[in-house]
């Protein structure tokens, strides 16, 4: 263990070294093309290197998942480059293209990230959602062959003001959450200053409150040993009662600061006097900095001591900048050593000019013994980190029975009621969950066969007192749904954590969320960070738009169109008809679990083989619905964005494309102009998203000279006569269809909703804003003008 803590000991200060030059040599030194600020965080990095070097080199095992806080990326850069996992070349260019990435990605970095983050707060709720993941995976009988691991997030402690953090922690507490460590860098400072007093008390109730074990590192083993000094008790009275931006200002300050202060406060009562005037400048600086968090001794015991599973926060004191000029000032955040600060830092770290890239320069343990030590490290002996797992089997075809007239929520509550029934390796890998709103988006009957998933049994009370219900809410181990509280962005955390199981857990789920379409917009940045990182799963908004009538602004969504069209890693439908629906959820279950990078090919403007998410937007509108058999070209029209219910003839003036629950009004609509106009073209829009990445996909393609790429949509309007008008409407914002003009440059008119909704029946609304069947022959008629419409009725 002595040469273990000596080798820790350099490989510490080796990280923070190449964490600071990374950042210096990116904004000092690299070339810099635009004048831009390069940035990266010399005093948050510095935080938390004695902890990571704790973990990475020693703790961590393999089956240990870790994320990290976003900026303190450049250490666990180096660490990855000590490790042999990253390249001297992508440190070098760190921020910059192909480079390092400023926060730890796991689709962009190469370096074994296994939570990528960013966005204060959501990688810390991620471990908490992976864990529950872990369990569930294990308690269905998967992966027991592989150890379980500890789901580890390294918080910045201004994270912690994240609203998100604390939905997650009630969440866990609810699910009977473990192997969950929480290791807070309690610095005191946040971006813009230092924090509140006191704040590690509010925690420490806070996590115990919700069964955490909480372990707190405030003092260094230095400190340790001067309090058992005489006089030792009454500084570390001091040291406690000091305020954070005091005790900030005075570690900037430096040694003979600590002095006079110290002397000005309890340099007059005898022991602690000589405690302090035994020391030199340097050394009574380096004792008032050996704060629990950057004492390798200390954190290693600390992280050591944990036997047991229970979810544990660790609230370790450091100091933001530790070890460099600026630490602990209030401004230092973005700060960067000046190039004379480097050069001293270099000197104090025995580099060479010219060897600052080398791993083992100016460290005082041979090389070849700090290389063996490193290729004997826990965490790097597992292998390849994103694991891989096999591809479930996905029926070709997904059976329901399509009523005479019904929504496709209904249809979806249907969809999955048939794969419930049978017995199937599919059925089995379908895991379900909601906000509380379970049985309004229709995931009752799938519920109702397949039970909820819990660690303990719990019988549903209502069932065994005879008293009838619709749901039967049993809660097992081999329970499919995972019922959450009503926060959103649990949700999207949750369906983040299934969406990476195949690469966690190396257990392929098919995650399958519901919510209600306005309440994206409250999960979002948790729905894009799990985009970002590449999670798979499908998630279900419904219901939709002001089509919600009477249900009101509140609840109505507008704007979540675009949303989908405009969210990378998520393809959105929005289907008409439920044998649409049918054919859409098929493609994406298997489209969740597609892998891989392939570039555009003629065949392949989508780039379908690379994969991603899915969001469905259904309507609780029931609609008349088409009789009809399912073609193989049709199922392929539905996947790629559009086909035509009606094709226009060669004399037509006016197509209507719509998306969604509208159908009825457009078909309304070209029944009503065709007594007067031929050849009235109607297209059907299922997924204006898929449409549009198509088109600028064969763009990009026509322009890199496959002179051959067609979009599907290109081919659609290729049948259309150039002057022929368009009239795009559904029930969200208009820009979601507008661009169908630019395809072959047809007149266009696009209709929707741009404003907030209200209550009223849906004639009302419709006819409000414009998007019913009066409406868009009035638009018809501007843009394409031929004899006067009977039917038009003036506009409100
Ligand atoms: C959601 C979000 N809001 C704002 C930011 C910008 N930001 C980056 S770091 C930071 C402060 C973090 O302080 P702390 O967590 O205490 O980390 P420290 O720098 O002290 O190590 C802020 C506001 C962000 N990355 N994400
Ligand atoms: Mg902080």
Partial sequence: MAGTIETLRELEKKVLWLASWMIHNANHLRENTDGLKVGGHQASSASLATIMTALYFDVLKPADRVAVKPHASPIFHAIQYLLGKQTRERLEAFRGYKGAQSYPSRTKDIDDVDFSTGSVGLGVAQTLFSSLVQDYVRMHGWSLERPEGRMIALVGDAELDEGNVFEAVLEGWKQGLRNCWWIIDYNR???????????????????????????????GSLQQAAFKEPGGARLKAW???CPNSLYSALVFAGGAAWRKRLNDEIGDQGDVSRLIEKRSDAELAALMNNLGGHDLRSVLDALHSIKHDKPTCFICYTIKGFGLPFAGHKDNHSGLMTPAQMDTFRSANKVRPGHEWDKFEGLSVPADRLQDFLRR???????????????????????????????????????????????????????????????????????????????????????????????????????QHIELGIAEANLFILLSALGLSHSINGVRLLPVGTLYDPFIARGLDQLNYACYQDARFMVVATPSGITLAPEGGAHQSVAEPLIGLAQDGLAAFEPAY?????VIMRWAFAYIQKDGDAAPSEQNWLRDE???SVYLRLSTRPIEQIQRAMTAELRQQIVDGAYWLRKPGPNAQVVVAFTGAIAPEAIKAIGLMAEDRRDVGLLAVTSADRLNAGW???????????????????????EVPAHC???????????TLAWLGAVNGHRTRALGVEHFGQTGALADLYEHYGIDANAIIAAAQAIAPGRPIRHLKALP
């Fill in 578 to 582: 439920v044998d649409e629906l049918a």
């Fill in 377 to 479: 490290v826990p965490r790097a002996q597992g292998g390849e980190r994103q694991l891989k797992a096999a591809h479930i089997a996905v029926p070709d075809e997904l059976a329901v029975t399509v009523q005479p007239t019904m929504s496709t929520q209904t249809g979806f509550g249907a969809i999955l009621n048939e794969i419930g029934r049978g017995n199937t390796e599919f059925a089995s890998r379908i895991v379900t969950t909601s906000p509380d709103v379970t049985v309004s988006t229709n995931l009752g009957p799938w519920v109702n066969r397949r039970g909820l998933f819990a660690r303990e049994t719990v019988a549903d009370t209502f069932k065994s007192e005879q008293i009838p219900s619709t749901f039967n809410w049993e809660f097992s181990r081999k329970g």
């Fill in 189 to 219: 400072q946040s971006l813009d200053a230092v924090v509140r007093e006191g704040l590690w008390e509010r925690y420490e109730q806070l996590f115990k409150n919700f069964g955490w074990d909480v372990v707190i590192l405030k003092y």
């Fill in 725 to 735: 008008g368009i009239v795009t409407v559904l029930d969200g914002h208009p820009a």
């Fill in 696 to 718: 600028t996909a064969a763009q990009r393609a026509r322009e890199r000279g496959l002179v051959h790429a067609r979009s599907h949509i290109g081919r659609l309007l290729a």
């Fill in 610 to 612: 690379t994969g991603g």
């Fill in 239 to 241: 040291i406690n009662n």
